[in-house]
């Protein structure tokens, strides 16, 4: 079912909750939380371990020195915040490929290291097709991210996700 581990960002488990979707992130085996990102949800009172689907393996990462001094790095040459230089030094140290993101600014950078950003829409795009997900339901969550959550997408990002599902559907179709 999954597709393998990555590191999550504080920003897309904010948009996730907000529209009730946190199961959509069943496409992973594993996500890595930094602590940093356990602490900045902490604050903003949103976030409690247990709301994670338990299909997912999940673990909070602690900052060991490698990952400080390389946090600090990228803080310095890139202006990220201290959370997002944690969750891009996490993915690097451990040699991931995948961050979770909504990000641009951390998805653009990530990039550069070799790294692949998955956001909120790819998320809910890869559930519906790895059957996590049923149609209704991702053109549901869609809907939402655009009127519930603060994530700032376009309706024109919405219309065009929608017609992947829509195609997805009409392929899937033809090859059965």
């Given amino acids: 079912m999954g597709i393998r581990t990555a590191v999550i960002d504080?920003?897309?488990?904010?948009?996730?909750?907000?529209?009730?979707?946190?199961?959509v992130l069943e496409i992973f085996d594993h996500i890595l939380i930094p602590k940093t990102v356990i602490?900045?949800?902490?604050?903003?009172?949103?976030?409690?371990?247990?709301?994670?689907?338990k299909k997912i393996s999940t673990k909070i990462t602690t900052l060991d020195k490698k990952i400080?001094?390389?946090?600090?790095?990228?803080?310095?040459?890139?202006k990220l915040s201290k959370v997002d230089s944690t969750v891009l030094s996490t993915a690097i140290s451990r040699k991931l490929k995948l961050i979770i993101t909504d990000d641009l600014e951390l998805r653009d950078i990530s990039q550069k290291f070799g790294l692949i950003p998955i956001g909120s829409i790819g998320i809910i795009l890869r559930a519906y097709r790895e059957n996590i997900i049923d149609k209704r339901t991702a053109k549901n969550l869609l809907d939402k991210l655009y009127k519930q959550s603060s994530l700032f997408i376009t309706k024109e990002l919405i219309n065009y996700s929608k017609k992947a599902i829509k195609d997805y559907s009409k392929k899937s179709r033809k090859i059965k």
């Fill in 39 to 53: 602490d900045e949800l902490g604050i903003k009172g949103k976030f409690n371990e247990k709301m994670l689907p």
């Fill in 68 to 78: 400080i001094a390389h946090s600090k790095k990228i803080v310095s040459k890139y």
């Fill in 10 to 23: 504080t920003v897309p488990i904010i948009h996730l909750i907000e529209i009730n979707g946190l199961k």
